[in-house]
């Protein structure tokens, strides 16, 4: 099965910064990747799909990219809603596994 | 819009039957479109898909390697929900239950408010 890795793990950063954020599959999975944002105490909300593309309702400091094992996601400058962790998803095939998160804190 | 509402009890003895139910509304279980997972949360193993259900012109199912001799993942077209069973659980399987709609190529997009089941004696 594809493995899905995400880089680092967790993050502190400053209102105003930009964020990245790395997943990696272990083959390719063509641009089937599909961002999740998770806030304390909810459920996760679908952030970004095919990669690149913005669910509807989304801000648009999010962004993603990538294709084939590397994908990004970016948040161009972060805010105080944005503490949640994130998680990355492939969607070309069963099983759909997740990444591990990425917990991102505002120092 | 779409919603899943999630019932089922929230502590479940360890050997025993884990059953949790997904009522949809807003869409069909029989969509020729989407498809209906269900997904666990733990800390020690994070965000695991553990199956799903669908419909394209007659119903199929997947399911994880690591449940797939414990789960049953079943259609209720007469009640327009599905259902998750999982057989011989352990207090390993103590964790957060979400019912899901899948939609290919986008994700998971419509999500239930999850129920916390827990395996104690």
């Known amino acids: 099965d594809i493995q899905m890795t995400q880089s680092p793990s967790s993050l502190s950063a400053s209102v105003g910064d930009r964020v990245t954020i790395t997943c990696r599959a272990s083959?390719?999975?063509?641009?089937?990747l599909t961002w999740y944002q998770q806030k304390p105490g909810k459920v996760p909300k679908l952030l970004i799909y095919t990669a690149s593309t913005l669910q509807s309702g989304v801000p648009s400091r999010f962004s993603g990219s990538g294709s084939g094992t590397d994908f990004t996601l970016t948040i161009s400058s972060l805010q105080p809603e944005d503490v949640a962790t994130y998680y990355c998803?492939?969607?070309?095939?069963?099983?759909?596994?997740f990444g591990g998160g990425t917990k991102v804190e505002i120092k | 819009q779409v919603q899943l509402q999630q019932s089922g009890p929230g502590l479940v003895k360890p050997s025993q039957t884990l059953s949790l139910t997904c009522a949809i509304s807003g869409d069909s279980v029989s969509s020729n479109t989407v498809t209906w997972n269900w997904i666990s949360q733990s800390p020690s193993r994070g965000l695991e898909w553990l199956g799903r259900t669908y419909y394209r012109s007659k119903w199929y199912n997947d399911y994880a390697v690591s449940v797939k001799s414990r789960i049953t993942i079943s259609p209720d077209t007469s009640k327009n929900q599905f259902s998750l069973q999982l057989n011989s659980v352990t207090p390993e399987d103590t964790a957060i239950y979400y019912c899901v709609r899948g939609w290919f190529p986008h994700g998971m997009d419509v999500w239930g408010q999850g129920t916390t089941v827990t395996v104690s004696s």
């Open positions: 998803q492939k969607y070309n095939s069963v099983p759909l596994t």
């Open positions: 083959q390719g999975i063509s641009n089937y």
